[in-house]
């Protein structure tokens, strides 16, 4: 079975903090993806990556950073997290144009 | 652009059929799929279909695609108490990505 891990279900950080979410995926997948899932709005691409060292932009990359330094491991960061930063953030990995396989999420609060 | 919609919510009684519909704009999918978000979870694929397909049907899963007014549709037959989930459509869009929609809230009456 594939398996995405999240480092964190949650995570409360205050405003101004630099923050990590660090997510990790077991089955040599190429692709992986941060999202954002709020209410009313369904998930939106933050960043996503192709290979290691290799990040294009989604629809909503302002405000967040993304390493990607080993091919199972995918990094967001929030250089100066902000409240409009909470959320619930998903990592998802998959192969070309099949599927997308997703851990379990990171609830983050930011105070 | 890309863009997929579907309703926010859909009431059903236990034991009865959940039909669950979307619509997409970009006709060069490759694959349509159905996801499904239990509380507190991460996403989990459900089902997919290819997009030369018109139904395929698992268990009590059954997807129909409608290419030509580019509809999609997700009926769960004997619908049950543990089927309550927010479901994604969602659809392949360029560059490997993939394209959500907001996600049906799925609520099951006694």
């Known amino acids: 079975d594939v398996k995405v891990t999240q480092s964190s279900r949650y995570l409360v950080k205050r405003t101004g903090e630099k923050v990590f979410l660090e997510c990790v995926q077991d089955m040599d997948h190429e692709n992986m993806f941060w999202y954002r899932q709020d209410p009313g709005l369904g998930l939106r691409l933050i960043y996503f990556s192709y290979d290691v060292k290799m990040k294009e932009k989604g629809d909503i990359p302002e405000g967040y950073s993304v390493s990607r330094e080993k091919k199972e491991r995918f990094s967001l960061i929030l250089e100066s997290a902000s409240t409009n930063q909470t959320s619930m953030y998903l990592c998802a990995s998959g192969d070309r144009a099949y599927e997308q396989y997703f851990g379990p999420g990171t609830r983050l609060t930011v105070t | 652009g890309e863009d997929v919609e579907q309703s926010l919510f859909l009431s059903v009684r236990e034991g009865d059929s959940s039909v669950i519909n979307c619509t997409y704009t970009?006709?060069?999918?490759?694959?349509l799929y159905w996801y499904k978000q239990e509380p507190g979870a991460g996403l989990q694929l459900l089902t997919y279909i290819f997009s030369n397909m018109d139904m395929k049907q698992d268990q009590r899963l059954t997807v129909l695609l409608n290419k030509k007014d580019k509809h999609l549709s997700l009926r769960i037959a004997d619908t049950q108490t543990g089927d309550s989930a927010i479901y994604f459509c969602a659809e392949s869009g360029r560059d490997d990505k993939i394209i959500f929609g907001k996600g049906t809230r799925l609520h099951i009456l006694p």
């Open positions: 970009d006709s060069s999918s490759t694959y």
